[in-house]
């Protein structure tokens, strides 16, 4: 696809996108009555300064950290994968070719948007890309809520146009953005309704050669992680199994008691200072977490769908 920057007295090339968009919460409050650097004149200036970086600034650097780790399986995809071992050698290539996606990500200020072409040529299989953005935003929220720097998001699909290598603009960011800021509100994954469609449409698709069954495959897994929530919209069920045998593993359990436990304390702190609208979200939060225990390991194994994406 050519970029809007090799050709900008032609016309434009835009293509359809899935975009992933996240926001790490809390950081206008980090924030809060910030101006220009002081000067330093004592240790205990420079330490609050310190301290309001690490709030602020080091959270930030943590979740790109993060997303970068998690991405970087799904763009180097494994060459030791025991499924890829027991295919015949002639069927190496072909196994290589159905996992190549290009995933980018794009850092937005205090949060990150990654993003995928559904109309790249030279991508077999277009849901590996998907299920990695599902994953890596479920991923993401879930441990947010862990390592106490919560975050919200969406995942939508619309046009789009990158106007430099890894910038992109348009209606699919703008989609993922108005989802993420005006109706996930809380740390939850909103997923739009083409982003649904999309999944719907390629679950249902009737191929037998292996593009298609791979396809077939990922996309009812990630419709199997979907849930609805009680807003009437479909939000990335992290708690669920399905989503526990793709992604999480083993470390399901000790990310889920860390996580309900902030969320406890979230909602006692609310509580205690009356603030409505946050106790509120965090309660329904705390109901969510209590209503969807960890599955016991032994029925949490991963499956063959699972292992093939990896």
């Not at 791979?214 to 009680?230: E, I, K």
């Not at 399901?252 to 979200?281: C, D, G, P, S, W």
């Amino acid at each position: 696809m050519t970029n809007a920057s090799d050709n900008s007295e032609g016309p434009l090339q835009a293509g359809n996108y899935c975009v992933s968009f996240i926001d790490l919460l809390g950081q206008r409050k980090a924030l809060e009555g910030q101006g220009l650097l002081p000067a330093f004149v004592t240790e205990a200036e420079r330490n609050e300064l310190n301290a309001t970086l690490r709030k602020s600034v080091g959270a930030i650097l943590k979740l790109q950290k993060q997303a970068e780790e998690m991405l970087q399986p799904l763009l180097s995809p494994r060459q030791d994968s025991p499924f890829r071992a027991a295919l015949p050698p002639e069927q190496h290539a072909l196994w290589d070719e159905m996992h190549i996606t290009r995933v980018k990500t794009q850092r937005w200020s205090d949060g990150l948007v990654s993003f995928l072409c559904l109309g790249d040529k030279d991508v077999k299989c277009r849901m590996n890309g998907v299920f990695g953005l599902f994953g890596l935003a479920g991923t993401l929220c879930f441990l947010g809520l862990a390592t106490r720097n919560p975050i919200r998001g969406a995942i939508d699909v619309a046009w789009g146009v990158e106007l430099h290598p890894g910038e992109l603009y348009g209606a699919a960011v703008a989609r993922a953005y108005e989802l993420e800021s005006a109706v996930a509100q809380y740390p939850r994954i909103v997923v739009g309704a083409e982003a649904v469609k999309l999944l719907q449409v390629h679950h249902a698709n009737t191929g037998e050669d292996f593009y298609s069954q791979n396809d077939r495959s990922l996309a009812g897994l990630c419709l199997d992680m979907l849930v609805q929530d009680v807003d009437g919209n479909w939000i990335v069920h992290y708690l669920g199994e399905e989503f526990q045998k793709a992604i999480s593993h083993d470390h399901h359990a000790e990310i889920y008691a860390a996580a309900k436990k902030f969320v406890f304390e979230q909602l006692m702190a609310h509580n205690a200072t009356k603030n409505t609208k946050l106790a509120l979200r965090y309660s329904h939060l705390l109901h969510y977490f209590e209503a969807h225990p960890p599955t016991p390991p032994e029925e949490a194994q991963p499956g063959s769908q699972q292992d093939a994406a990896r």
